[in-house]
């Protein structure tokens, strides 16, 4: 089976989100870089598809030259094609993106064969566009849900589920087709030492893309005033105890 | 603004009447409209019950469009979005508005996928500046940040952040006219359907419950959840957790509590051993009351929270319980 999984590179936000001085962006000098758990679990999806199965895991990111460090940590866990649509370190809009995404599976795919499954994270952590991936499924006329929880492949299908009012419901795909995932849909394995030193030395295939403007025009971002400033102490250790059950029973917890 | 055309707001409902979140929706859609002064429709798909009916006036919508169709009863995103896309033509919409829900989400980014336009999601609020652009609001980061910009085109397709707005009626219920809709749904349209549901049972759902006993890696162990286990179970709560938690394999993803977990809405969070990271408290934004027990009075939380008791979850939790049955028995 060949799967191809697609990844974000984001600021790992801490405590607080700092703005850079205009609002038109968030200051990352302090900060570290990831992909959603979203994505992660995206990855280690595809890597037990493919141990079950056999076939290749490809991981695809389209992001700065730095990104190429998430790719590395994908294939520190079992993905072994990387590719880069290298950018600039403007934001994409996820038409853009999914574009750009279309344009390399097209490529991709006349070199290398078709993917059976195309994996995406639910949304992306930092715009939360909630739909790069139904929009590579349309260009490409296959079969795309979002929100995947488990997901059983069969040779010609698979089965997908969704929660949904305190259940689950059950989608029926035939391959080729698109799954959007959710974290919770396995737990991702730590890459071990040999995995890291494979990845660091993996051949990354790099694409140049030209960024292209969006129709939703950014004017600022600011960090939403929030209800609560600071909390009132009730005291320490278990001295403050008498205090918290006289709250509960105000609220209503404790009758 | 009077050549601006009408807002369309997808509506999800259930046995109980309209979605929650698309009452929401509707209230975003509605106060678009206003913008504007233009009409507000709905469309919903199946058959509307009198109390659906009942909600959409009191919620101001006009006209309401019945969406009938062969097969497509069941939930099928590319079916419904195309049901919406040719309803947008046909009414002259300009703004399809849904909730931001999983399906909300999705049947807008295939209306935008198959109709070619952008598709704006978690909105907060939006006004029209003119006939072909609107001003707007909306999450990032799951609510952690917010953006304004503006939207340029029509029509526009927005869905509406399930946290960020609330769901308030009109003064006066308007008379809603209902309109028949007939789908011709194609082999592609059901491509993609649910084909069963199973419902899950037992143990009170995280997202629903009105007490949630949270612990993190403050907690310190698997075993060390026993005492919280005790705590929720006294007190009728569910336990939530942060991703340090799930990750570590100490409890299920599906107790996790934040940006890439469940939104609670709670009478109460008791966090415990939790620092307080933005994606963390995306998930607890609308507990009514906060909690925070921690060893380090500088945590974050401590700033997002109402109350904190400082000191070491390990002694206080137990001693809580402790407190509670003697209550209790006395
Ligand atoms: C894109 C993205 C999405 C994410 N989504 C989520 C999400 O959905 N949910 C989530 O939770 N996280 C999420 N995270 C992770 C998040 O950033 C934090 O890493 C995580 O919430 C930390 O968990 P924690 O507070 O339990 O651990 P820590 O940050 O390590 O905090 C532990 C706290 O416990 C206190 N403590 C230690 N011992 C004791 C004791 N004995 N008694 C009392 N207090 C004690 C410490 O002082 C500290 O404040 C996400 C991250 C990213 C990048
Ligand atoms: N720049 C990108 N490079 C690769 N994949 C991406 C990129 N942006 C978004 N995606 C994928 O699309 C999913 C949904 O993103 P979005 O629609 O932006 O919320 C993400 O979880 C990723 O799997």
Known sequence: ?255 | MSNVAGVLCFVEYDDDGVADASLRALTFARSLAESSGSSLAAAVIGSISSSVLASLSLFGVNDVYQVASNGLDVYAPVGWARALGELIESSGAGALVAAGSDRGNEVMANVGASKGLPMVANCLSASWLDGSSIRLSRQRWAGSLIEDAVLEGVPALLSVASDGVLASPVQTPVATAVHEWQLQANETDASVRVVEWIGRGGGVALADARVVVGGGRGVGSEEGFAALDELAGLLGAAVGVSRAVTSAGWRPHAQQVGQTGTRISAELYLACGISGATQHLAGCRSAKHVVTINTDADAPFLSRADYAIVGDLSVIVPALVSAIQARKSS
């Open chain 1, 1 to 255: 089976m060949n799967v191809l999984v697609c990844v974000k590179r984001v600021a790992m936000v801490g405590a607080r989100i700092v703005l850079t001085p205009d609002a038109r962006e968030v200051d990352v000098r302090q900060l570290g870089f990831t992909i959603s758990p979203h994505e992660e679990c995206a990855v280690e999806e595809a890597v037990r598809i493919v141990e079950r199965r056999g076939g290749v895991v490809t991981v695809l990111t389209l992001g700065p030259p730095e990104a190429a460090e998430q790719l590395r940590d994908a294939a520190s866990i079992g993905a072994t094609q990387l590719v880069h649509l290298v950018s600039d370190a403007r934001e994409w809009s996820p038409v853009a993106t999914a574009e750009a995404i279309v344009e390399a599976i097209r490529h991709l795919e006349k070199q290398s064969g078709p993917y059976d499954l195309i994996l995406f994270g639910n949304e992306a952590a930092d715009t939360g566009d909630y739909q790069v991936g139904v929009r590579v499924a349309h260009a490409l006329a296959r079969p795309c849900v979002n929100g995947i929880k488990n997901l059983e492949i069969s040779d010609e299908s698979v089965r997908a589920r969704r929660e949904f009012r305190g259940g689950d419901e059950l989608y029926d795909l035939t391959l080729p087709c698109v799954v959007a995932v959710k974290e919770g849909i396995n737990l991702p394995r730590y890459p071990s030492l040999p995995g890291r030193m494979r990845a660091k030395k993996m051949a990354i295939e790099e694409v140049p893309v030209e960024w292209r403007e969006g129709a939703l025009h950014l004017e600022r971002l600011r960090v939403p005033v929030e209800p609560r400033e600071r909390a009132e102490i009730l005291g320490n250790g278990a001295d403050a105890i008498p205090a918290l059950i006289e709250l509960l029973e105000q609220w209503g917890i404790l009758a």
